[in-house]
């Protein structure tokens, strides 16, 4: 991952500690901070086993500020992987389809609780030979994203979505979204509304479009299924040597949702070759040619299960993630920065500029986007 830092030191000492705590066999070796994710502290550690192999697992503490109830981050957690490695026995290949695996902790359960660390810790394997992009860098890799993804819902499509419950009530009702970014703007604790006033003007123009799909889920025009919610490009390990779709990652927002969403966020990502706080707007663009491999690759995954009203929205759901997540940006800019971890002064401020830039490049190709979208249905139509 290109963003790791190796340590030694009172931090490797610290990863040896908490690794010790689960079903880990051998010496430690090496722990490193992996400094992907806006939210999770997530390390790597190394061990040495008994025949002389290195293993490496993943340890990660679940932000309790941002889940307010970890252990239900962790029963979706296990009732998802365990669905998929069922699912994945049974047929005998690997549909995209390898999931993470947790390693019990000592005292029975899949995590443990230690306030003298900063609270709860879970172990993931380290999915080996893979490797994440935090921008897409070519149509391929956008490709095996919406494939990735596509096979993930297509693998939990027959789970019953009343199993799971919201680890984060209203994580992409983006009305709801809309209505904290006001009361944000209402209390101006740290003085920084007039920094953004062209960004609310937008948004208030655009706050009509903010309901479309929390609706039409309302009036049972969209299904609720089980989805991922967090389907950035850096989320899915794509195989090193092929860039062949492995398994997606960072399961921790699994729950009742729309596949809509998922999309939307993929479109986000995978269709941009700036990063989320590129600062220069002329390079925040939304570019077809990855737009079309990632609907390929997300259909050729997931047309079977998806229902025409679903279909008639992925376009629209990358405008509308897009817009939300400029909309959190925002309101974490005039809270004062306490939900993203930011490293640098106006840093959120960036962020929900570069989103505004992207949505609106998105809003002028949604008719391109469309067209596109319904060539490929008709394409599956004709097979
Ligand atoms: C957060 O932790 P990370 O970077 O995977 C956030 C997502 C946002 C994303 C923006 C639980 O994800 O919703 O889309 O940042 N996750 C949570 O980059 O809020
Ligand atoms: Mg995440």
Redesign the pocket.
Known sequence: MPLSKLYVGPLAERIARIGDLFAINGEFLYGEELC?????TTYRACYRTEDGTEERYILQRINDY?FKDPVMVMKNVEKVTRHISWKVMRRRKNAAGQTLTLYPARGGRNYINLPEEGGMWRCYNNIEGTHTYNVVENTRQAYQAGFAFGSFQELISDMNPEDLRES?PDFHNTPKRYEALQAAVAADVMDRVKNCRAELDLLTEWAPMLSRLVDMQKNGELPTRITH??T?IN?VMLDADTDNAVCVI?L??VMPGLSLYDFG?MVRTATCTAS?DEEDLSKVVMQMPFFESLAEGYLDAAHEFLTDNEISQLAFSGWLITTE?GI?FLTDYLDGDK??RTEKPEHNLIRARNQFALARSIHKAMPAMEKYIARLVKAYLKK
Request: proline share 0%; hydrophobic share 25%.
């Open positions: 992907n994710g806006h939210i999770n941002v984060i919610n967090d950035k989320n960072d921790d927002t966020d989320e997540i959190r939900y993203f």
